[in-house]
C-alpha cells in the first residue's frame, strides 16, 4: 500500500526564472491569461473549490503571507490551503492545531480506505503466472506473437481470427520507419545479395532460388518506396487466446481446453504461411502488451509495407462502410462485420422490411438499429401493438402515446395537413387531399362503401369543414377542424346519409367515440415517439394505425429531415385492402421526405399474400430474414429466390441469426450487441 501524503507544489522560486517543473508543464513564451500562471496544485484546488478563487488568488500573491490565526468561520478545506501556500521559511508545525491535525489525519484515511477498496475491486483473485500460460481467476490465457510473414500474403488474411469461437485478444503495435533510414538499408542489402549473386556466377555454382527472389523482392521495395507507392513500417502483432468454458470447471479442464484452442490456432497461421510462436517465460508481459494499455513490453517487431499492413485489417469492405453508419452484426460467411447505412444515397430508398417467426429476435434487432440510429440524431416513431416497446422510451426520454377507448391521448382525423416549403398549391389543394384521406379512414371503419355512398360521403365531408368556414376558396389557417360528431350530424340530415350515419354512430356516441372524436393533444417533438396500440379492441387495430400513420406521414411532410418509422406487426394493416394501399402508397413515398420505413411481421404467409406484400419488400432497399417456420420459406423463396443452403439456415437457424439484403448483396449475419445494449433493451 502507498503512503498517502501531502506536498508543497509550488516550485516558482526554485526553478530559474519562475518557471514550471517539466513534468507538469512547459514555459510558454507568451502568457496571455493570469491563470495560466498557476501551479499544478492551484488549478486542481480553483476547480475543487470555486468559491475560494479569489482568496487563493490573493494567497497566491502574497497578499496573505501567513496563516489565519483567528479560525472561527473558516473552513478546513480553507485553512489547509492557506498552508500549502504559505513560504517554506513562514512556515511552522505550530500553526497545525489539533483540530487541523485530526482533520488531516482522517482525509488521509479516507484516501487509503478508497484506494485499498479500488484495489479489491479491480484486482482479480488468482494471477498464476506460469511458462507458457496464465491463470487470472480460473481463466487461463497464452499469448502468441508472428515471428515471421511470408513474401505473399492473401488480403484479409485475419479474418479467419473472426471465425474462432474462442475468446481472444489480438494487438497491433504499428510504428512508421523513416523513408532515408530504410532506404539505405535496402541499399546495403541489395548491394549484398548482388555481390553474392555475382559471386556465385563467376564461380560457376547454382544460383540460390531464394536468394534471387529476395534480391527481387529488396528492388521492388526501394522502387515502390522512391515512388511514394508504399511506405515502411515496423509492427508487433499479438494474440492471446483464452479457455473457451464458462462455470465452475476444474483447473485441468480449463488447462485442457486451451491447449485445444491454441493447436488449432497454430494450425491456422501454419496454413496462412505465418510463423507464430507462444511467448515461452515472457508471459507475465502478456497483459500489457494485449490490453488496451497502449504498451507494447513483449517489442517483437517485423517489418511490412502499407499495402501489406491494411491488407492485414478485417474489417475493410467499401461496400459496407459509409460516413455515417452503424453496426448490424457479424458475417457468418466471412468473419467480417456487417456495417451498413439505410440512409446512403447509393440506396434507391431507405425502406426496410423485417421477417422472423415469433422469439426469433426481430424485436430485439430492431431496437438495437433504433439506439444506434439515435446515437446519429436521427428522429424514430414506432408504432407498437405489444408495448414492447415502453421500457426503451423510459430510458431514452422520449413520448409514449398510448391510443386505446380508455386513453386521454387523441388524434383528431380531421385536422388539416401544413403547407410544404416546396411545393405549388392551388385553392383548396389541402381540404381535397384531407377529404381523400378521410374516405380511406371511414372506408377502413365501415369496412365497405358502394359508390353511392362514397359519394355521398364525400359532399358530407365538404359540408362539414364549410361549417367551419374552411372550404377549397378560402385558406384554413388559424381555423378549428372539425370532429367526427360534426360530420355524423350533417349525414344524419343529409338524403341516403342516414345508413351511413347509423354505422358511424359507433364511432362518435358509442363505446369507440373517444378514439376518433376528440381535438389532438400530441404532437412529434421527442427523438424517438413510441404509439402503443396493444389495449386497442382487436376491431379497431388497423383502423387505429391507419389513423396513426396518416397523422404521422402529415407530420412528417412538413418537415424534411432524416426520420425512422418502424410498422411493428405490419400484417394487421394487410388484412384491410384501403389500409395495405395506404401503407404501400407511404413506403413508396418516403424517400421523398428523407424518411426510412421499417416493416416487421411474423405472419409472413399472410403478409405475401395480399397483393401489396411484395410490392412493399419489392420498395425495400434493405431486408433482414432471420429464423422462419417451414411453412413460411416456401412464401420467402418466391420473393427472394433463396438457395437451398440459404432455406436451411432460416430454418435451423439461431435467435438473432438470419440473412441480411442490402441492394444487390446478401450475406448470412448474426446481429450483435455488446453487454450493456442487451441490458438496456432486453424484452
Avoid at 530559474?16 to 502568457?31: A, D, E, L, M
Avoid at 494485449?290 to 517487431?301: E, K
Avoid at 458475417?331 to 425502406?351: A, C, E, M, Q, Y
Wanted: net charge neutral; with cysteine; glycine share 4%.
Amino acid at each position: 500500500m502507498y503512503e498517502n501524503k501531502l506536498y508543497d507544489c509550488n516550485y516558482t522560486k526554485q526553478v530559474k526564472k519562475g518557471g514550471f517543473p517539466n513534468h507538469i508543464s512547459r514555459v510558454k513564451k507568451k502568457v496571455k491569461k493570469d491563470t495560466d500562471k498557476l501551479s499544478f496544485l492551484d488549478k486542481i484546488m480553483n476547480t475543487l473549490f470555486p468559491a475560494l478563487k479569489d482568496k487563493w488568488k490573493n494567497v497566491r500573491k502574497g497578499k496573505i503571507k501567513k496563516a489565519t490565526t483567528d479560525t472561527s468561520g473558516i473552513s478546513m478545506e480553507e485553512r489547509v490551503k492557506e498552508l500549502i501556500n504559505l513560504p517554506d521559511d513562514e512556515f511552522n508545525t505550530k500553526l497545525l492545531d489539533s483540530d487541523l491535525r485530526r482533520y488531516l489525519t482522517g482525509v488521509n484515511d479516507q484516501i487509503q480506505k478508497a484506494n485499498i477498496w479500488i484495489k479489491e475491486k479491480i484486482s482479480p483473485s488468482v494471477f498464476d503466472i506460469r511458462a507458457h500460460e496464465v491463470n487470472v481467476s480460473g481463466m487461463y490465457s497464452k499469448t502468441y506473437y508472428a515471428n515471421s510473414y511470408p513474401s505473399s500474403i492473401d488480403f484479409l488474411w485475419t479474418r479467419d481470427l473472426l471465425n474462432m469461437y474462442t475468446k481472444w485478444d489480438a494487438t497491433w503495435f504499428i510504428y512508421p520507419s523513416q523513408k532515408h533510414e530504410i532506404e539505405s538499408t535496402l541499399k546495403r542489402r541489395a548491394t549484398q545479395l548482388k555481390a553474392e549473386i555475382h559471386d556465385a556466377h563467376d564461380k560457376g555454382r547454382t544460383l540460390d532460388t531464394d536468394l534471387e527472389v529476395e534480391y527481387q523482392d529488396v528492388e521492388n521495395i526501394r522502387k515502390k518506396l522512391s515512388t511514394w507507392e508504399e511506405k515502411y513500417y515496423q509492427n508487433s502483432f499479438y494474440v492471446t487466446l483464452y479457455n473457451n468454458q464458462t462455470g465452475k470447471e476444474k483447473e485441468a479442464n480449463n488447462e485442457e481446453n486451451l491447449n485445444i484452442w491454441s493447436k488449432k490456432f497454430e494450425q491456422k497461421m501454419q496454413w496462412l504461411w505465418v510463423n507464430v510462436k507462444p511467448a515461452a517465460l515472457r508471459q507475465d508481459e502478456w497483459f500489457d502488451s494485449t490490453s488496451p494499455l497502449c504498451i507494447d513490453d513483449l517489442a517483437i517487431y517485423r517489418s511490412m509495407l502499407s499495402t501489406s499492413l491494411w491488407g492485414a485489417f478485417p474489417f475493410i469492405s467499401n461496400d459496407l462502410i459509409q460516413d455515417e453508419w452503424i453496426l448490424y452484426g457479424i458475417n457468418l460467411h466471412t468473419g467480417s462485420l456487417v456495417i451498413f447505412d439505410r440512409f446512403s444515397k447509393s440506396l434507391p430508398n431507405s425502406n426496410s422490411v423485417i421477417f422472423a417467426t415469433s422469439g426469433a429476435g426481430k424485436s430485439f434487432t430492431v431496437k438495437l438499429e433504433i439506439l444506434r440510429y439515435l446515437l446519429l440524431w436521427i428522429d424514430v416513431i414506432v408504432i407498437d401493438p405489444e408495448n414492447e416497446y415502453k421500457p426503451l422510451i423510459d430510458k431514452v426520454w422520449g413520448t409514449y402515446v398510448n391510443v386505446s377507448v380508455n386513453s386521454h391521448q387523441y388524434i383528431n382525423p380531421f385536422d388539416l395537413p401544413p403547407k410544404l416549403e416546396d411545393f405549388e398549391y392551388r385553392e383548396g389543394d389541402l381540404l381535397r387531399w384531407k377529404i381523400m384521406d378521410l374516405l380511406g379512414l371511414i372506408w377502413v371503419l365501415l369496412w365497405w362503401l358502394t359508390p353511392e355512398e362514397e359519394a355521398i360521403l364525400d359532399s358530407a365531408i365538404q359540408q362539414t369543414y364549410q361549417l367551419k368556414e374552411i372550404d377549397f376558396e378560402s385558406p384554413a389557417e388559424g381555423k378549428i377542424p372539425p370532429l367526427m360528431e360534426d360530420l355524423l350530424n350533417v349525414l344524419e340530415g343529409t338524403d341516403g346519409g342516414n345508413n351511413l350515419a347509423i354505422r358511424l354512430s359507433k364511432y362518435v356516441t358509442g363505446s369507440f367515440g373517444n378514439i376518433f372524436n376528440n381535438y389532438t393533444n400530441i404532437d412529434l417533438e421527442k427523438w424517438l415517439t413510441v404509439f402503443s396500440i396493444r389495449d386497442m379492441e382487436e376491431a379497431l387495430r388497423t383502423p387505429a394505425m391507419y389513423n396513426i400513420l396518416n397523422f404521422i406521414w402529415t407530420k412528417i411532410r412538413s418537415e424534411k429531415k432524416r426520420r425512422m418509422l418502424v410498422v411493428d406487426e405490419a400484417w394487421i394493416m394487410m388484412q384491410h385492402e384501403m389500409a395495405a394501399n395506404f401503407m404501400y402508397w407511404l413506403i413508396k413515398r418516403a424517400r421523398k421526405y428523407k424518411l426510412g420505413v421499417t416493416t416487421i411481421s411474423q405472419d409472413v404467409e399472410d403478409f405475401m399474400n395480399s397483393p401489396y406484400g411484395k410490392p412493399i419488400v419489392s420498395n425495400s432497399a434493405m431486408q433482414i430474414l432471420l429464423k422462419q417456420s417451414a411453412a413460411s420459406i416456401k412464401a420467402l423463396d418466391k420473393v427472394f429466390n433463396l438457395s437451398d443452403t440459404e432455406k436451411t439456415r432460416l430454418v435451423s437457424g439461431g435467435i438473432w441469426e438470419g440473412l441480411f439484403f442490402a441492394g444487390n448483396q446478401h450475406v448470412a449475419m448474426k446481429v450483435l450487441a455488446s453487454p450493456y445494449e442487451k441490458d438496456f433493451i432486453e424484452t
